[in-house]
């Protein structure tokens, strides 16, 4: 609740944001790379992108968000 208020102070309306290490996804759409959290989140249905750690590049495009949280 806290980092979602802190979003919302800071951030201007409409800033879309991509939670890295989003773990089991209490921020919405994430990039995760431990396979059990991909597992919990795919079991959730919730967005997120799997990172392949071996390929050392995060599957986004450049600029895709406004900005990253990492928590």
């Not at 802190?6 to 921020?27: E, K």
């Not at 799997?50 to 995060?58: F, M, N, Q, S, T």
């Not at 986004?60 to 928590?71: F, K």
Request: hydrophobic share 45%.
């Amino acid at each position: 609740m806290e980092v979602a208020n802190l979003m919302r102070n800071y951030l201007p309306p409409d800033t879309s944001v991509i939670d890295v290490g989003c773990g089991a996804g209490a921020y919405g759409l994430g990039l995760e790379v431990d396979p059990h959290c991909c597992e919990i989140l795919r079991r959730r249905q919730l967005p997120f992108r799997e990172v392949d750690a071996a390929a050392r590049v995060l599957p986004a495009a450049d600029a895709e968000w406004d900005c990253a949280i990492c928590i």
